[in-house]
């Protein structure tokens, strides 16, 4: 049995986001249907629309940053009911049989097709995998800028009571994505931090990092947001600015760089301290090279680190309702998305972009 939906969808790589109905497979015994509130826009939604990555599968129906409210459940589903407000990140599935998915790191699933995502299908499509299939049966996945979504009941988050519910859409994907890397390379309070990007991934990194008790110098790009940065309680710092960056010298146990294009890291290395770590989470692409004299003579470390598994999404989302923590964000109707999207890319957007989820019931009662 299937049930109607609505999305917004990019046909090619070259066309806007416009309405598309399609058709999404009922909730079957371990599964539940989601009837969407709020959908983040993520610069990755952007990419994915745009096939920058050169693996979109078209059409695309963006949106990895999904809150609403259980509408219904399977017969076997234990863990949500109806009437709970939850949310979906950038996963809906994995294999659940390989290391990763043992150790509960969903997201470095090492199975034939990898994990599942919330949409463009998996990211190891058929062609790919090494067995030729695709253990999913779906080539494509369609997101939540979309009416609808049904989701395996333990890969649904609880979105707790205290976070507003729009500001909590961002924490499911930047939100996690910021939080993880810290967490594995244990930030704690008292280390010294560089943030490097002040987009939507750079403000949750540099709130999460001050929640720790961390110190946090945010490299960026313009005066105004190093004003920014300073109201919420960082240093700032041009990343044009060589005198700065030279009077930093073995400053950072930790800098995380949530720049989503490609971007030179050696200006910033010499800024680490010894055994000091950078990591990159916002460019997936080739990266220029760098001096490594920086790295060997200091013990120093170049990472990357993907997303956040299921356990972290949820223990950021109850760390960011204990701490009062949430991403500022401008709510905006989903007809309004190509324009967001022109923003986006541009770099020219202060807040992350929610989509509130009323506007498309609305262009669908009107229809």
């Known amino acids: 049995m299937t049930i109607k939906a609505l999305g917004y969808a990019a046909q090619h790589s070259f066309s806007r986001l416009k309405p598309m109905e399609f058709e999404r497979e009922e909730a079957g015994a371990h599964e539940v249907q989601i009837d969407v509130l709020y959908c983040g826009v993520c610069h990755s939604d952007v990419h994915q629309a745009e096939n ?13 940053e999904v809150v609403g409210r259980v509408a219904a459940v399977g017969a076997g589903v234990t863990l949500h009911k109806v009437g709970d ?9 994995s294999c659940r049989s390989c290391e990763p998915c043992h150790a509960h790191e969903e997201q470095y699933c090492e199975g034939p097709n990898s994990w599942l995502a919330t949409y463009n299908g998996p990211m190891v499509p ?8 695709n253990m999913y049966g779906r080539d494509n996945t369609y997101g939540g ?4 979504v049904v989701v395996k009941e333990d890969f649904v988050l609880k979105i707790p009571a205290s976070l507003p ?3 909590a859409a961002p924490i499911l994907c930047a939100g996690v994505t910021t939080f993880s890397p810290m967490k594995h ?9 560089g943030v490097l990007g002040f987009g939507g991934l750079g403000e949750m990194a540099l709130k999460i ?21 300073t109201k919420l309680g960082a240093k700032g710092v041009l990343e044009s600015d060589t005198e700065a960056l030279k009077s930093l010298a073995r400053t950072f146990d930790f800098i995380l760089s949530t720049v989503p294009e490609k971007h030179k890291a050696d200006p910033f290395i010499p800024t680490l301290k010894r055994n000091g770590t950078f990591v990159a989470v916002g460019e997936l692409g080739p990266m220029p090279g760098y001096n490594n004299q920086e790295v060997i003579m200091h013990r120093r470390s170049l ?5 956040g598994s299921i356990a972290e999404t949820q223990e950021i989302l109850d760390f960011c309702a204990k701490h009062q923590i949430a991403p500022d964000v401008e709510v905006i109707p989903i007809q309004d998305i190509n324009k967001a999207y022109k923003k986006v890319k541009s770099g020219d957007v202060r807040f992350r972009y929610v989509i509130d989820m009323a506007s498309l019931k609305q262009e669908m009662a009107e229809a």
Do not use: Q
Not at 85 to 93: E, P, S, T, Y
């Open 52 to 64: 920058d990555w050169a693996n979109t599968v078209y059409p695309c129906v963006p949106g990895h």
């Open 126 to 133: 058929a062609a790919k995998a090494p067995d030729g299939r």
């Open 303 to 307: 990472a990357g680190s993907l997303i």
């Open 185 to 193: 390379w244990g930030v704690k309070a008292g280390d010294k931090i």
């Open 145 to 148: 800028y979309s009416n609808v």
């Open 85 to 93: 407000l939850v949310g979906v990140g950038c996963m809906i599935d």
């Open 165 to 167: 519910i729009e500001a």
């Open 209 to 229: 990092a001050r929640a720790l008790g961390a110190e946090v110098t945010m490299f960026t790009t313009t005066e105004e947001k190093i004003a920014e940065a």
